[in-house]
């Protein structure tokens, strides 16, 4: 019973998922949103190679 349960909640949360991108996108479509590019944002690091740190304990 309980896994049952646990499997309809992750479908309720894809849904609220779901629904916050429709809406997002809905807002997109239909209004003057601002947008940024990566750049914009993060200045001259968005065009940087990313590095890999091994060590960093997200292990």
Same mark, same amino acid.
């Given at each position: 019973?309980?896994?049952? &349960?646990? #499997?309809?909640?992750? +479908? =309720?949360?894809?849904?609220? !998922?779901?629904?916050?991108?429709?809406?997002?996108? &809905?807002? #997109?479509?239909?209004? +003057? =949103?601002?947008?940024?590019? !990566?750049?914009?944002?993060?200045?001259?690091?968005?065009?940087?190679?990313?590095?890999?740190?091994?060590?960093?304990?997200?292990?």
């Amino acid at each position: 019973m309980e896994e049952k &349960k646990n #499997l309809f909640l992750v +479908k =309720v949360e894809d849904l609220y !998922d779901q629904i916050a991108d429709l809406l997002a996108e &809905k807002r #997109l479509l239909n209004e +003057k =949103v601002a947008t940024f590019s !990566d750049s914009e944002v993060r200045g001259a690091i968005a065009n940087e190679v990313p590095t890999i740190d091994e060590e960093d304990g997200w292990e």
